[in-house]
């Protein structure tokens, strides 16, 4: 189970009235299947949009409209029930709906998680304030990602045996010079498709840094093959891809990449976020060949 750490944000009380252990348990009791699985997608993507989490568990309605109403009558419970709450800020703007409202877990949601024995990593206590707009826009990207490839899989165009989010994913290793250097990458991936099981280091570009900081993150990925950690551990070295959120920024970070002459090629690449799914349904040849000494 991978470490979350929630936040809560200033305007909305998370903690709210005291809930004893017993209220607890009735609380859990009330709950469906579904209700429990909302709940554990929002703390492990620690913050989801309504749209996200219709996506993710009410795509079998007949109608987008009756699958709206269903999300937003599950997330009004878990709301009313002090489970859940949403952050003034929207994604999209109010225009965009009840779809734009982002979740995540009041300290009651938190315990009720805790006391089924599966989050004991949730903390026990969220502090009191709103995330940044830059780690929120990051967050959701990421958690898009995850939604992405859940819905594909669901098509039947590969099989998930394993996502990682941070800091799980991680990876420390021995810098060339000297000490712990760690790999941060946002997701780590291991699907199949047909025969062959493609493994996957994810980063999510938000076109907030320069391509030269990617270029030297696709240095450090380099640095870490050479160690020859992934292939004692997995035989082979996962492939690298980032994911941008346009064809231009696509475009850009290729050329960067391409032009760089101290990277292995093959480990490497850039997809507009739409194409992911395609990539991983295609694999990518280079993991075929292993990892450096």
Known sequence: MAVIFLTSWEGQAMSGPRVSRGQLRAIRDSLSDRDMEVLESIATNRFLTSHQIRRL?????????AAIRSTNRALAKLAGLGLVAHLD????????????????????????????????????RLRAHEPTLTFLEHTLAVAEVCVALTEAERGGEFTVIELLREPECWRAYSARHGGVAQLKP????????????????????RCTEPPSRIVRACQKY??????????????IFPAVVWVTPDAKRCATLRSH?????????????V????????????????????DGA
């Open 89 to 124: 800020r929207r994604i999209g703007g109010v225009r965009s709906g009840s779809g734009s409202h982002v979740w995540t877990l009041t300290e009651v949601g938190s315990r009720l998680l805790r006391s089924t024995g599966e989050f004991d990593e949730l903390p026990a």
């Open 57 to 65: 568990h009410f795509a079998d309605h007949t109608t987008s409209a």
């Open 222 to 235: 380099e640095s870490y093959r050479q160690t020859g950690a992934e292939r004692k551990r997995i035989g």
């Open 186 to 205: 946002d997701l780590y991936l291991v699907t199949t498709s047909g025969e062959y099981e493609d493994h996957w280091f994810l980063e999510i570009d």
């Open 257 to 269: 990449i391409a032009r760089t002459p101290d990277l292995d090629h093959r480990f490497f690449a």
């Open 271 to 290: 997809v507009y976020a739409t194409d992911l799914p395609s990539l991983i349904k295609a694999g990518i040849g280079s993991q075929e060949t292993g």
